[in-house]
């Protein structure tokens, strides 16, 4: 047994429920906080490999006690309680979203005197949630964690305190009320007709022809769950409400929010692929929403004029890269997806930070006002730099080798015209990334441009440094993770 | 030259379409981005469905350029489509539902 994996899920949790208690208490809320932090992406680490059965329901125990009569039937193969699955895929996604929220809540902590515990307790609980979401084997069990997340990523929303959030909060709800009890609806499906919400259960069923692979209730809900996957990750018709959501947080909330989006994307997506990848055109289905994906929110962001608005369209538009790798679904190019997802936690959550620290010091998001920043702070404004190079696909960083990975698993399956439009839309984002840069940073300073701070804190300015670093090892050494991920991608096929 | 001397028209009424502010070379060259980006991944997309059927293919990449040509700009139409007007978001979302439902209930029927 190891406990290290459930104690992903309640280490988060627990440490939200102190932090709301201690809310008035700064000192307190703050060293718990951060040593919760960094104890998340520790035990990641730390943690063996392995399975969790809750309610002590190991199956392999209990068909030893099963009455002869149900000796290899259906019933007797199924999982009777909530699984963990924690392999080093997991523990990468895992490790990776605890250090964007560590260094989040650094950076929330040096910004802002007085800490709110609420809005910590959303950070955690929403940590805690994810992290369910990509451990457990279970549809309910991670479509109740998504419910969570998502309930999460509205409160962070509500309790960030910029303008219109509250609009957008609610908005967010209102789209959810379609999405969520359409996922699960779908779920219901699945359940009515296979007996069982486990996955592996599902897969067993379905390949051992115990039902109907066409059956019109698990064709329905293949298209229910698929829907409810655009609404997780904020792939399109999404894709407009998710960029406001990011939007409208504070930086530090934006970074851990887009963390949330590619975590509920991989897990569904892994899911939805193990269980439905036999449909034909599921491939082109989710290609043709990857197309989508990349081009109107890249095309949005070419366009936008508030560098919150216009990163935020530029997270949701990587998605669609992520999207991309498993529609075309090889080996390869899952991989790639894989490694996508992994570069845009910490390259987006690096833009979020570091971008934020220009409406930290002027408390304007508008491109049209602002100029001259890098006489501020010249080597945050190399960091962001270098950032945007990272997410454009420059080498030698990180997003440079998962798009090559993508282009080249596109061209290997004979897409090529996939391949040209990767390469096009990263043209645009480098694009989109340097006239924004350059209107903030390089143009004269417009002289009514007021400054609320004078000086961006030295906590920040290390955040970035870090998710920078990570950026540039993970382009250099990017066998590190890699390497699991085509093994991982090879056994999902 | 006349399809030329539309298209360049149609960029000169992009930015007018996008907002009342003074033009500058950032907002005309982001809209031109945007305009190619739309034309050229339509393209490939119509061109990607012929892995699906070479027909259809061929058949969706005229309609794409005569509707593209005949539409001009596109961007400035996107843009007010993807608003964070709550009714916009609504009917896309209800829409796309919808067609997943359909298409993917009834289409594999005939797969």
């Not at chain 1, 509250?166 to 007996?195: C, D, R, V």
């Not at chain 1, 992520?322 to 997802?341: C, D, H, N, W």
């Not at chain 1, 190399?382 to 945007?388: D, S, T």
């Not at chain 1, 441009?449 to 950026?471: D, G, N």
Request: glycine share 8%.
């Amino acid at each position: 047994m190891n406990y290290l994996i459930p104690l992903m899920v309640v280490v988060p949790i627990l440490a939200a429920l102190i932090v709301n208690i201690f809310g008035g208490n700064d000192k307190t809320v703050k060293a718990i906080s951060l040593v919760v932090a960094i104890a998340i992406p520790l035990i990641a680490i730390f943690a063996a490999v392995g399975v969790q059965y809750f309610g002590g329901h190991d199956p392999a125990l209990i068909a030893s006690l099963l009455p002869s009569n149900l000796v290899g039937t259906l019933a007797a193969s199924y999982n009777t309680g909530i699984v963990y699955i924690f392999e080093n895929i997991e523990r990468i996604f895992i490790f990776l979203m605890g250090i964007v929220a560590f260094l989040a809540v650094l950076t929330y902590f040096a910004e802002k005197k007085k800490v709110s515990g609420p809005y910590l307790y959303l950070i955690f609980m929403g940590l805690a949630s994810v992290t369910a979401l990509m451990l457990s084997n279970d549809i309910f069990n991670m479509y109740v964690f998504f419910e969570i997340t998502a309930l999460t990523q509205v409160g962070i929303i509500v309790a960030s305190s910029t303008e219109d959030n509250y609009e957008i909060a609610m908005k967010y709800m209102i789209l959810g009320a379609i999405g969520g009890p359409m996922l699960l609806l779908g779920i219901g499906f699945i359940l009515g007709t296979i007996g069982s919400v486990n996955i592996n259960d599902i897969i067993y069923a379905i390949s051992n022809n115990f039902v109907n692979p066409y059956s019109p209730s698990l064709v329905i809900g293949f298209a229910l769950i698929l829907f409810g996957w655009l609404y997780s990750a904020g792939l399109p018709p999404f894709h407009t409400i998710k960029s406001a959501v990011y939007s409208k947080a504070r930086p530090n909330g934006s970074a851990i929010l887009q963390g949330f989006s590619v975590l509920c994307m991989f897990a569904f997506g892994i899911a939805m692929y193990k269980i439905f990848a036999y449909i034909p055109y599921f491939n082109t289905a989710i290609i043709l929403f990857a197309i989508l994906a990349m081009v109107l929110s890249i095309t949005m962001s070419a366009m936008e004029v508030d560098f919150r608005r216009m990163i935020a369209f530029l997270a949701v538009g990587e998605l669609g890269f992520i999207a991309l790798g498993f529609g075309i679904g090889t080996q390869y190019s899952i991989a790639a997806a894989l490694f996508q997802a992994t570069n845009e936690i910490v390259i987006t959550a690096l833009l979020f930070i570091g971008f934020g620290t220009v409406y930290y010091l002027t408390k304007t998001s508008d491109t049209r006002k602002l100029g001259g920043l890098i006489a501020v702070d010249s080597t945050m404004t190399i960091m962001v730099l270098l950032g945007g190079f990272a997410l454009a696909g420059v080498p030698p960083f990180n997003g440079f080798q998962s798009k090559l990975m993508l282009v080249q698993a596109a061209l290997d399956a004979g897409y090529t015209e996939l391949a040209v439009l990767a390469i096009i839309v990263s043209v645009v984002i480098f694009f989109t990334f340097v006239k924004a840069f350059h209107t903030v940073y390089l143009q004269p300073k417009p002289k009514d441009l007021k400054f609320a701070h004078e000086k961006i804190p030295k906590a920040t300015v290390f955040s970035v440094a870090i998710l920078l670093i990570i950026c540039l090892v993970l382009g250099i050494f990017p066998n590190i993770v890699t390497d699991i991920f085509i093994t991982f991608a090879g056994g999902l096929i | 030259m006349a399809l030329y001397q539309k298209f360049l028209d149609s960029i000169k009424g992009l930015k007018s379409n996008l907002s009342k502010d003074p033009t500058t070379m950032d907002n005309v060259s982001g809209a031109l981005a945007a305009e190619f980006l739309i034309f050229i991944s339509l393209i490939l997309a119509a061109l990607f469905l012929r892995h699906v059927s070479v027909i259809a293919s061929v058949v969706v990449v005229i309609l794409v350029a005569v509707l593209f040509f005949t539409n001009m700009p596109l961007a400035s139409k996107i843009k007010s489509e993807q608003s964070d007007s709550l009714e916009k978001m609504t009917f896309y979302v209800i829409v796309t539902l919808g067609i997943l439902v359909a298409v993917i209930y009834w289409g594999l029927k005939y797969v």
